[in-house]
């Protein structure tokens, strides 16, 4: 999916927007979830980590549940709605340099393409 923008729309307010799942459920759930994969610290980190490298036109967000959390810790950046897996400090800073600061992709951490309707009908929702 390609973000579409409108001759009216204003400029976006950052640079890029980034989406760190910190969902956190019961432990046992049958999804799981990201904070169980250690999402909070690799959210609080990459926050760190964006201000010490002076990404001062961009925002790291917490949010919750993004729908994709088999494949999490879910990261999701836009404007360009691309989705990765972070595992790692090392995976922020990679996804940080490459991506959010450079405009480039981190292929390695990319999650798979795969609709929101083909995962439902995958187990059955
Ligand atoms: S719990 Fe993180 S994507 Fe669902």
Request: aromatic fraction near 6%; include cysteine; charged fraction near 30%.
């Amino acid at each position: 999916m390609t973000a579409v923008r409108a001759p009216i729309d204003p400029p976006p307010y950052f640079r890029r927007h980034v989406f760190c799942c910190t969902n956190q459920r019961p432990a046992g759930h049958p999804l799981g979830c990201c904070a169980e994969k250690g999402s909070v610290k690799l959210r609080d980190y990459m926050k760190a980590r964006a201000k010490a490298i002076g990404l001062k036109d961009v925002r790291i967000n917490s949010a919750g549940c993004l729908d994709r959390c088999e494949h999490g810790p879910s990261v999701l950046i836009y404007p360009e709605g691309i989705w990765y897996t972070a595992r790692t400090e090392a995976d922020v800073d990679e996804i940080l340099e490459a991506h959010v600061k450079n405009g480039g992709r981190v292929e390695r951490l990319l999650m798979p393409a795969e609709t929101a309707l083909a995962k439902r009908k995958k187990i059955n929702i």
